[in-house]
């Protein structure tokens, strides 16, 4: 059995979605138990597989590649230019130098390539994903030809 909280504390907040029920104790009796059903997430579930700076956000490999002079920070280095479903899609960025996006036709910022191409789409009319790194051009080539790959 669980002891009622007291209306003036707050109920601890649950980090998972509200689909999981979480094994909750109260403090007071060992081993007391409940389902717990937390209201819709306004905020996206990181995975903490990548890389973090030193504040603890997502690391971008953008970034990464700027800092380790892999690709230079500069105006209109950035093009998507691809045909998906029928219609030409086609558009110019910048690189800045903490390793963000900035789409020239409407200053959008995007953290990684695949999120401005799927913009990109978007803006012409076509819905889909696709993936920015073969999507996205640097300087005239291929953006995942700049990745590292194992050897």
Known sequence: ???ATPAS???AANPLS???????????ETGATSAVQ??????KEQKPSKPSDSKGAKRNEL??????????P???V???NFKA????IYSVGHLTSDGKIINVNDNGEFDAPSGWAIHCMKVHGVEGKTNGWTAVRYKGRVLDSFRRKPQ
Do not use: Y
Request: glycine share 12%.
């Open 38 to 43: 937390a209201g819709p997430s306004t905020t």
């Open 85 to 88: 479903r029928g219609r030409h």
């Open 18 to 28: 509200a689909q999981h029920a979480v094994p909750e104790t109260d403090g007071h």
């Open 1 to 3: 059995a669980r002891t």
């Open 63 to 72: 970034q990464t590649m700027v800092d380790n002079g892999v690709l230079a």
């Open 74 to 76: 500069g105006e209109k």
């Open 9 to 11: 504390e707050p109920p």
């Open 78 to 80: 950035l093009e998507v």
